[in-house]
């Protein structure tokens, strides 16, 4: 697991992350931004999981799934209709879905982050679409700091309050550690942080 923070300031959605990955009983850092749980595309939209790694992988092999819509730009609606069709698709294909029983709707085994210029929206494992207008945290360090998400002071630096939640998460989860990334949805910049 690990974890992925956002905070809305204005025009732009600010995000950091741990980059601890664990395979097994391994726990290894990915320092690539091919790698980082936050992966930006060419259209501008940034895109983070947290969850099974097979599943993440194998979306963030389609990028072409994450459009923006050419006049209302990235909308639920857009989600709901374009995006989320064609993952629940491809991931029942390739039987990376999991199922209780019959009964119940198939999930993910990833939650999705998406954040587009100050558009920032959930996809929970059972595919719901959330939009969020001022925070939000994924993965298993977000029970630590997701009360210090909700007090960021928006009139001073974003980058630092994130990497002090950052530090607090990988101090209360083993499944979170340094360096952490910070990026944004304007500058669309990676910084890398050691601690």
Known sequence: ????????????????????????????????????????????????????????????????WFTVDEKKGLTKEHIVTKIVPKMYEALEEEELLDREDRGTPPTTRCTVLIAYQDKLFEI?????????????????????????????????????????LLKISAKHDTNVSAPFV?????????TIKED
């Open 1 to 64: 697991m690990s974890v992925v923070m956002a905070v809305k300031q204005g025009d732009r959605i600010w995000l950091g992350a741990d980059t601890q990955s664990t395979r097994g009983t391994d726990r290894y850092n990915q320092l690539s931004p091919y790698d980082f749980k936050v992966i930006k595309f060419d259209n501008g939209i940034l895109l983070a999981m947290t969850g099974e790694t097979a599943s993440s992988q194998f979306i963030l092999a389609h990028p072409e």
């Open 124 to 164: 929970c494992r059972d595919f719901h679409v959330i939009r969020y207008e001022d925070y939000l945290a994924i993965g298993s360090g977000s029970n630590a700091i997701v009360y210090g998400l909700s007090k960021v002071d928006k009139s001073k630096d974003i980058n630092e309050q994130l990497l002090r």
């Open 182 to 190: 910070l990026i944004d949805t304007k500058n669309l910049q990676y």
